[in-house]
């Protein structure tokens, strides 16, 4: 059974940093293209970030270009998202999710990812 689950939100002030650490079980995680997405309060769900099988090809959104870094390790099945220099519009849910593909390219569609976590919650205060 393929489970991926998050952790490392919180409330953070403008400027601050939070890491966000998913963790997968249940499959083989080198065959996965990961990624991070976020939904506020009345938005649809939109990518932030993500990572192919390797590592090898990242993708950000333009908003978090330059402050949020995807990064993942295979020996422990783990997905990272390290976000600096926080804003209060990246206040969201944030969530991990799992596709199993090969690509050279990251996918950053929503429909594309077949396992999700429950997300965890990041605020960022003015």
């Known amino acids: 059974q393929v489970q991926v689950a998050e952790s490392g939100g919180g409330l953070v002030q403008a400027g601050g940093s939070l890491r966000l650490t998913c963790t997968a079980s249940?499959?083989?995680?080198?065959?996965?293209?990961m990624g991070w997405f976020r939904q506020a309060p009345g938005k649809e769900r939109e990518v932030v970030s993500s990572i192919t099988w390797s590592g090898s090809s990242t993708y950000y959104r333009d908003s978090v270009k330059g402050r949020f870094t995807i990064s993942r390790d295979g020996a422990k099945n783990m997905l990272y998202l390290q976000m600096n220099s926080l804003k209060p519009e990246d206040t969201a849910m944030y969530y991990c999710?799992?596709?199993?593909?090969?690509?050279?390219?990251?996918?950053?569609?929503?429909?594309?990812?077949?396992?999700w976590g429950q997300g965890t919650q990041v605020t960022v205060s003015s």
């Open positions: 249940g499959l083989a995680f080198d065959d996965y293209a």
């Open positions: 999710a799992a596709v199993r593909t090969r690509a050279s390219n990251p996918p950053r569609e929503r429909y594309s990812y077949q396992y």
